[in-house]
Antibody, heavy 115, light 108 residues
Framework: QVQLQESDPGLVKPSETLSLTCTVS????????WSWIRQSPGRGLEWIGY???????NYNPSLKSRVTISTDTAKNQFSLNLDSVTPADTAVYYC?????????WGQGALVTVSS | DIQMTQSPSSLSASVGDRVTITCQAS??????LNWYQQKPGKAPKLLIY???NLETGVPSRFSGSGSGTHFTFTISSLQPEDFATYYC??????????FGQGTKLDIK
């Protein structure tokens, strides 16, 4: 049974870096693509980016200058860093398995950007 | 970027009804379209991939069709657990991968 679990950073201050980790069980991160997706009332569902099984990445052009996705194969985790956040980055952040479609998702982590 | 237009944005229906949702792409995307169901407080759930393929474990009352720019999602006979929000999502050769605006399906 594949399961994904996001860490919970909760509150992040404007201009700081949002950091999230997704812990995967039941599948090896070295065999699939892994994505981050976020959802907010204003923007709806928005794909952030992915990291491949060999570590290559691709990001949404609208966020590319601020996003980094990386993996820790020893811990079977992948992570998201989003720099210079503003209140517009307030959203539920999901990690998910897949490239063009996502068949397993984490439960989501609400991240609020506020001073 | 390719734009997606999903309609309707909301829909009221009764148990047993047949329901149809459409998505229109701004450019030809072949069959590169997926459908998801989302319930409040939960992550989206993949129902249909590549326009018409039923994800494993998804009931057969759900179906999808279309190719190119026009796509349809159908629930043949609504069940109580089907009241949720549904999203289409396209993927092309190059990202970004885009979601539709969603269709909220509620009980009439």
């Amino acid at each position: 049974q594949v399961q994904l679990q996001e860490s919970d950073p909760g509150l992040v201050k404007p201009s700081e870096t949002l950091s999230l980790t997704c812990t995967v069980s039941g599948a090896s991160i070295t065999y699939y693509f892994w994505s981050w997706i976020r959802q907010s009332p204003g923007r709806g569902l928005e794909w952030i980016g992915y990291i491949s099984n060999i570590g290559s990445t691709n990001y949404n052009p609208s966020l590319k200058s601020r996003v980094t996705i990386s993996t820790d194969t020893a811990k079977n985790q992948f992570s998201l860093n989003l720099d210079s956040v503003t209140p517009a980055d307030t959203a539920v952040y999901y990690c998910a398995r897949g490239l063009g479609r996502w068949d397993y998702w984490g439960q989501g982590a609400l991240v609020t950007v506020s001073s | 970027d390719i734009q997606m237009t999903q309609s309707p944005s909301s829909l009221s229906a009764s148990v047993g009804d047949r329901v149809t949702i459409t998505c229109q792409a701004s450019h030809d995307i072949s069959d590169h379209l997926n459908w998801y169901q989302q319930k409040p407080g939960k992550a989206p759930k993949l129902l249909i991939y590549d326009a018409s393929n039923l994800e494993t474990g998804v009931p057969s009352r759900f179906s999808g069709s279309g190719s190119g720019t026009h796509f349809t999602f159908t629930i043949s006979s609504l069940q109580p657990e089907d009241f949720a929000t549904y999203y289409c999502q396209l993927y092309d050769n190059l990202p970004p991968y885009t979601f539709g605006q969603g269709t909220k399906l509620d009980i009439k």
